[in-house]
């Protein structure tokens, strides 16, 4: 029987790269399964059999691809009647990583963190550690891993009752419609930016009217990529003629409005603002003074409800 949790430091590998595992025998049973909290490209839900490594960060994989900014870094692994939550904490300051290496074997769980050159492996070693928790009786992997992070992580911990009512009310967001559209009339073939072209306020106001014929109660509504320009904050007047107009609508209904915004695009932004590779041009120089302003101006104009802004 392993102990309640488990707590252990990273050692340093290969100068950049922060390692550390925890043994079938630490754990108390020998791995049989492993589950992302993070579904795979081909929507997995489900454990995998070991020996399997998860690669779990910032950016989408195969086995991890539903891109959360950043998902669980923590995995479960499931015995033949046992279960532990396997995660990664650091302290406030010092989550200076994109990608985690979670592998599980019979042998027990390792875990390889890729600091890819930037920080300082000794400094953020003493700010990290790898903890395994005990699973309860016929508790489920979404609320041993809820019950994981809250340990690790409980200053995130959120009073229920002051979460505001909007908050527990569904999401809509329109990409989802975007790109159900750009199937229906353009085929399954094709690039998915092909879905920019129907963020649209008219489509919009569409699929949320059917939503309301529906009773859904919506909290808050996502306009998707394609209101603007990627690197440009301003809206497309042709596909969104009365931005404000839609936005002050949706706020006398009780609901908040997200736009999504790319801060890496450089649609739209000046040579001069952007880093090149040679004369590839890479991302946005987030340095660049006349680019923070220009972000600034934007941020204003997006939030402030004066006249002329989108409130």
Known sequence: MGSECIKKKCS?????????????????????????????????????????????????????????????????????????????????GWHLWNTAYFRVTRKGISIKIDLEGHSSPEKVSRYVDFYVLQGNKNE??????????????????????????????????????????SYEIEG???????????????????WIRILDEEDVPIGTIIIDAGWSLGGVWRPNKIQWPDLRGFIDRQHKKGRKVLLWIATWFTEGIPDEWCIFCGKQKLVVDPENSKYIS?????????LSDAEGCYN
């Open 294 to 302: 220009f972000i600034k101006d934007n941020v204003r104009k997006l």
């Open 12 to 92: 340093i590998k290969g100068g950049e790269t922060l390692v550390t595992e925890a043994t079938s025998e630490e754990i108390g049973f020998v791995p049989e399964e492993v589950w992302s909290p993070s579904p795979s490209v081909e929507h997995r839900i489900s454990p995998y059999r070991v020996p399997k490594e998860l690669k779990i960060g910032i950016r989408g994989c195969k086995a991890s691809g539903a891109k959360f900014s950043p998902p669980p870094f923590a995995i479960i692994v499931h015995g033949r009647d046992r279960k532990v939550f396997a995660g990664i904490r650091a302290r406030p």
């Open 188 to 206: 399954p073939d094709g690039p998915e930016a092909r879905a920019l072209a129907y963020c649209t306020q008219g489509l919009y106001e569409r």
């Open 140 to 181: 489920s992997n979404h609320e041993l891993l809820a019950r994981g992070l809250r340990q690790l992580y409980p200053s995130t911990n959120h009073p229920h009752d002051k979460i505001p009512a909007w908050w527990l009310k569904p999401i809509y967001c329109g990409y989802g419609d975007q790109v159900g559209v």
